[in-house]
Structure formats: structure tokens, C-alpha cells
């Protein structure tokens, strides 16, 4: 992994050979400032897929919840739990 960094507001280049990803980070206020929020952002941009993503991730829950907010709001389910439904037949016993 190569890493260069310049001045503030100057680009920050992160090429990494084993994922297969080159990106360019601008450090800038809009743009991701962690790690995980860039690795979020190339998912969204159809750079990389859910399960590089979560390989890569620092911390797998924040990424998790950034992809499922992606699904989410392209409507595209976040579970893959199917056909969940209320067990009427269960009867608590006290």
C-alpha cells in the first residue's frame, strides 16, 4: 500500500494493489474524512462490493450500517430474512 500526503485541500492518493482499488481522497469538508466513510462511499459508487467493503472495514458495524442505508434508500433489501411473520400458535406459559 502507497500512501502520499500534501497540504490540507490537496489531494490525498491511496492505491492499494491487493484490493484492486485506486482512490483518490480530497480532504476537504463534503468529502469522506475516515477510512470507513470512504470505503461506504466507493461501495456507493459501485466501485467495490458489499463483501470487499466489509473485508476492509476498521469497524464492520458502521460500515454495515452505512451500506444498509445505501439499500435502503435504492429500496433494495438490507436482510436476507424472508417471510417473517408472528407465531399465533405460541402461548406463554407462566
Known amino acids: 500500500m502507497s500512501v502520499q500526503v500534501h497540504q490540507p485541500r490537496k489531494y490525498v492518493s491511496i492505491c ?14 463534503g468529502y ?13 459508487q ?7 467493503a466489509m473485508a476492509y472495514a476498521s469497524h464492520r458495524g458502521a460500515v454495515g450500517r452505512g451500506i ?12 436476507d430474512i424472508s417471510k417473517l411473520e408472528i407465531d399465533r400458535t405460541y402461548s406463554k406459559m407462566i
Open 68 to 79: 444498509d442505508m445505501i439499500k435502503s434508500a435504492r429500496g433494495e433489501a438490507t436482510t
Open 16 to 29: 492499494d494493489i491487493h484490493l484492486g482499488v485506486a482512490a483518490q481522497v480530497i480532504a476537504d469538508p
Open 46 to 52: 459501485g466501485e467495490i462490493t458489499q463483501e470487499t
Open 32 to 44: 469522506p474524512s475516515t477510512f470507513d466513510q470512504h470505503i461506504v462511499s466507493l461501495y456507493e
